[in-house]
């Protein structure tokens, strides 16, 4: 169905960062910054200081019940049994045949629920495919809670800096997906160091009704930061490797093949693990996620997927692309079967009747 005005859902701070000069864009059901008037400039501050993105438009789904935490344990690819209070792990959601559903991180803030992170646009798909493995009598309940609370990120080499000042939290030696509650005018919030597009990645999770002054508060710091629109996000993601649904996360490809080594826990019993364990022992890995260079410039109304030829050799297929924010051409991620794998390899896609070039440079690296 066409995005429409009644469809399209608005972020908290929108009022914010139409102050900071966003241009806006219409993605994943949302209307999103997609830039503030200098993608390079957000994408450099990512890597040498500082950014701020609004993140609210990624899924987060509560998952409550007696039997919650054991139904995600056989559920997913990490052991979620070992998660304790205010502990937070990666794992995959996986089918039957070892298939993506999703790859999403999974909190405990206490004893009623676990929370998952999905991705954008995946937090119905993933309830939708979660239901049709409740066993009878088990006490399993998912509650979609996108619309109230919001999520952003911090990323970059003073992110520490600019959390621990605008939020009165010492994070200092934080462990990965830890969440530290803090407080910001009598309410809770929670804060999680994660792995994400520089190393240095914080969220902060926040109700929508204080979202604005969590803002302030991040914004009187005293500590330079540049906030950041989905396009420049977008290529440092692509750029750092990081797949997403439905792009590099569909039920075609497996977390092996897209080299999701963390969330991987073989002496787990969980769905499709069989299969992903032949997979790995027999050496069957049938393609691998790469990084790909594009000399030329696709049409605008085409988007991935496009497949990749080496010659007359169909080798694989295209599923993210960006535009370099410091160059010509563009960055993209695509799957290349195992059997066609060298590098750099020359490489052609079509798209609308045109032959654009490109160079297939590398796996991508292991999260």
């Not at 496009?306 to 599923?319: A, K, L, S, Y």
Request: hydrophobic share 35%; aromatic share 8%; net charge negative.
């Amino acid at each position: 169905m066409p995005e429409t005005a009644t469809t399209i859902k608005e972020l908290t701070l929108q009022s914010s960062y139409d102050v900071l000069g966003a241009e806006w864009t219409n993605r994943h059901g949302w209307r999103l910054p997609l830039h503030y008037g200098d993608p390079s400039g957000e994408f450099d501050a990512a890597q040498n200081k500082c950014i701020i993105i609004d993140k609210s438009y990624y899924g987060r789904i509560n998952v409550s019940g007696g039997t919650a935490q054991d139904f995600l344990h056989r559920m997913t690819s990490a052991p979620v049994n070992d998660l304790e209070n205010l502990q937070g792990m990666e794992t995959v959601i996986t089918t039957a045949e070892g298939r993506f559903v999703d790859w999403v991180t999974v909190y405990k803030p206490h004893d009623d629920h676990l929370t998952l992170v999905t991705g954008p646009d995946s937090a119905e798909h993933i309830i939708e495919h979660l239901e049709g493995y409740i066993f009878f009598k088990e006490d399993v309940e998912f509650d979609n809670t996108g619309d109230s609370w919001s999520l952003l990120q911090v990323s970059g080499p003073e992110a520490e800096d600019l959390i621990s000042k605008g939020c009165s939290e010492d994070i200092a030696d934080a462990e990965l997906y830890a969440m530290h509650p803090a407080e910001i005018v009598g309410e809770k919030i929670y804060i999680a160091k994660v792995n994400d597009i520089t190393g240095n990645d914080y969220h902060i999770f926040c109700p929508q009704e204080i979202a604005e002054q969590v803002w302030e508060k991040l914004a009187s710091a005293g500590i330079s930061w540049q906030p950041m629109g989905v396009k420049a996000y977008e290529y440092a993601r692509i750029v750092s490797g990081i797949p997403q649904y439905p792009n590099e996360i569909t039920d075609e490809y497996t977390l092996v093949e897209a080299h999701l080594e963390t969330p991987l826990d073989l002496n787990s019993c969980f769905a499709g693990q069989e299969v992903i364990a032949r997979t790995i022992n027999y050496d069957k890995i049938k393609q691998h996620l790469c990084h790909i260079e594009i000399a030329g410039d696709p049409p605008d109304d085409n988007a991935p997927p496009f497949d990749i030829t080496n010659g007359e050799r169909p080798v694989g297929t295209i599923t993210s692309l960006a535009r370099n924010l410091s160059g010509n051409g563009y960055a993209a991620l695509g799957y290349v079967k195992t059997r066609y794998l060298e590098f750099p390899m020359d490489m052609i896609i079509e798209a609308a009747g045109q032959n654009i070039t490109g160079k297939i440079t590398g796996k991508t690296q292991p999260r």
